[in-house]
């Protein structure tokens, strides 16, 4: 039987290529962000095997072999594919998952679910009992009303050490369903012990409603301030956004992203409600693809100390990638949204929200801080980094608009700096579009696949497919944009079958990674796809590529032995929205 696809997932989150290959091949050179050593499957003197410890693959530029972890240890050991995964679980202190696991883990998830929902209810239930007092006196501390406490289902767990676990049991689920859920730990002893003491707990709830994990905030000295549920077979923490169950009801036609769960709260209690935020962690791309699924406008309201900074420049390179439009909060006079709510109030954030700094006039304020504007030297370097986040910008409006500010900035001319601007955005453009019209309209510099499983019948289209999927691997969000794109429309099956998978993943909301995709991937196909992925690519047009890239595969598609050309034409022209 087939070893389940998340359990697959799971050996190779937990086996670092870089770890794995380091037991088997000295990695001693550095190139950008790769690392080389001499291939182990074939002779060499000059270093030529690449792992990429971002993307978990290799790829040999001498012999061609490449894949994910998993494909390393069948190639080096000479082992199947079920005894590689089975080397490498063993490696990372897993168990192979017995027969009949895939037959149980519908139910298993159903189970936890249940366990979640009934502990949720319970926790609730004792902001009525004198367990819970501790956390009804923190509520009224920070004036949460109980119409919100209810909306949220906020809840209190008690002092104590088995309470949660001793109640759950009694209800008939088992001390292993408590620890796989994330609510017990197992002692010394073979015991289990409640996770959760002494703190206001939030439970976690997806889109669909389902109680999937929970965050709590201690009551009285300690750390953590803030426990979550580690991620369980139903809850990764980055891959979910605290009240986007919420948000996403929203009228306001953005979200919020704010730092912590009682910011929150009290921005949903004030009116706002569009507030999020991450679990624990700092933004993820998951969490920022995650948003653009629910809206094109994010509004970050991160604490204004330079810990908040830092973060909302983090959460600006992921959120403005995947396409959304992205804005900063600036809080003069207090830390965050629930201190300046409380100090002046809902209306005074709404004026803020609408004063909101646009993200590129954000970073050319962070820009122009690392410049002394007072000298030449500075002025120039300040408007050289200025000119190339200017050129980033799709529209000819903002990028006028903000390269006059700049001008006011350091003194020179308006004309001067649009003129820099413009030179910067045509060789940008011109880049970017020479190497798609390459990679779109010269397919012959497109190598056939070594195995000959894959060969390519027709290379033009195989271009634009390769293309398309690359994308799509350094930008799943781009995925929105294949609409009308069938896998059968790809004159290869292998290049088909990985856009299968790819959108899968995307509609499923699971991870898009070279490593995940490439994981269950026969041997000949991960090492060539792995080979796609060490190409470069550029984001830059992205959206305009993957329009050309499809119209290629549409049109080759018209080739093909047998098909209807007048019906296959007419079908894509309604697809395209063209007239008659």
């Given at each position: 039987m087939a070893i389940p696809e998340r359990f697959i997932e799971e050996v190779v989150a937990r086996s670092d290529i870089v770890d794995v290959v380091s037991e088997y091949v000295q990695l001693t050179k550095r190139s950008g962000s790769n690392i080389f050593g001499l291939c182990p499957f074939h002779s060499e003197k000059t270093p030529s095997f690449s792992v990429s410890p971002e993307k978990q693959i290799y790829h040999c530029f001498g012999c061609g072999k490449g894949g994910t972890v998993i494909s390393f240890i069948m190639e080096i050991e000479n082992l199947s594919f079920r005894d590689a995964v089975a080397l490498l679980a063993r490696?990372?202190?897993?168990?192979?998952?017995?027969?009949?696991?895939?037959?149980?883990?519908?139910?298993?998830?159903?189970?936890?679910?249940?366990?979640?929902?009934?502990?949720?209810?319970?926790?609730?239930?004792?902001?009525?009992?004198?367990?819970?007092?501790?956390?009804?006196?923190?509520?009224?501390?920070?004036?949460?009303?109980?119409?919100?406490?209810?909306?949220?289902?906020?809840?209190?767990?008690?002092?104590?050490?088995?309470?949660?676990?001793?109640?759950?049991?009694?209800?008939?689920?088992?001390?292993?369903?408590?620890?796989?859920?994330?609510?017990?730990?197992?002692?010394?002893?073979?015991?289990?012990?409640?996770?959760?003491?002494?703190?206001l707990m939030f439970p976690v709830i997806d889109v669909r409603g389902a109680v999937i994990g929970f965050s709590g905030r201690i009551l009285g000295d300690g750390e953590p301030k803030y426990l979550n549920t580690p991620d369980t077979p139903v809850f990764s923490k980055s891959r979910n956004l605290f009240a986007l169950n919420l948000a996403k009801r929203s009228k306001r036609g953005m979200l919020i992203l704010a730092e912590g769960n009682v910011d929150v709260v009290m921005l949903h209690q004030a009116g706002f409600d569009c507030a999020v935020a991450s679990l624990g962690t700092s933004l993820t791309p998951e969490q920022a693809r995650l948003m653009k699924n629910y809206t094109e406008n994010v509004v970050i309201a991160y604490d204004s100390d330079a810990a908040g900074v830092k973060a909302a420049q983090r959460a600006i390179g992921l959120l403005e990638p995947v396409g959304l439009q992205v804005r900063v909060l600036r809080m003069e006079g207090a830390k965050d949204p629930d201190e300046f709510i409380k100090l002046r109030g809902a209306d005074a954030f709404q004026i803020l929200l609408e004063r909101s700094a646009n993200h590129v006039e954000y970073r050319i304020l962070a820009a122009k801080g690392k410049y002394d504007m007072d000298t030449d030297d500075g002025r120039l370097g300040f408007l050289r980094e200025a000119t190339e986040i200017l050129a980033e910008n799709q529209s000819p409006v903002e990028r006028e608009v903000y390269a006059r500010r700049v001008a006011e900035m350091t003194g020179v001319s308006p004309e001067a700096v649009i003129n820099e601007v413009d030179k910067a955005l045509r060789i940008r453009s011109a880049r970017d579009r020479k190497k798609q019209e390459r990679e779109v309209m010269r397919p012959e510099i497109t190598a056939q696949p070594a195995a000959r499983s894959i060969r390519y019948d027709n290379v033009a289209s195989a271009a634009a497919e390769e293309g398309l999927v690359r994308l799509l691997v350094a930008d799943p969000a781009l995925t929105d944009s294949t609409a009308g794109l069938e896998p059968e429309d790809f004159s290869s099956p292998f290049l088909g079958r990985v856009f299968d998978s790819i959108r899968k993943r995307w509609q499923e909301g699971r991870e898009i990674t070279p490593a995940l995709i490439a994981a269950v991937l026969p041997p000949e196909e991960a090492s060539h796809f792995t080979n796609l992925c060490q190409r470069p690519v550029s984001i830059a047009s992205a959206r305009e590529a993957i329009g050309d890239y499809i119209d290629k595969i549409k049109t080759e598609g018209l080739k093909k032995p047998g098909a209807d050309l007048l019906a296959v034409r007419e079908q894509y022209r309604k697809k395209k929205g063209l007239g008659g």
């Open positions: 490696r990372a202190g897993m168990e192979l998952p017995e027969e009949d696991e895939d037959k149980e883990s519908t139910g298993r998830r159903k189970r936890l679910l249940e366990l979640n929902r009934q502990a949720a209810r319970w926790f609730y239930d004792n902001l009525s009992r004198p367990e819970g007092a501790d956390s009804v006196a923190y509520i009224r501390k920070r004036q949460l009303t109980k119409k919100t406490v209810t909306a949220f289902g906020l809840g209190a767990a008690p002092n104590q050490w088995h309470m949660l676990t001793d109640e759950m049991i009694r209800r008939g689920f088992t001390q292993q369903e408590l620890v796989d859920a994330g609510l017990a730990k197992r002692g010394k002893g073979g015991g289990v012990y409640d996770i959760f003491r002494n703190r």
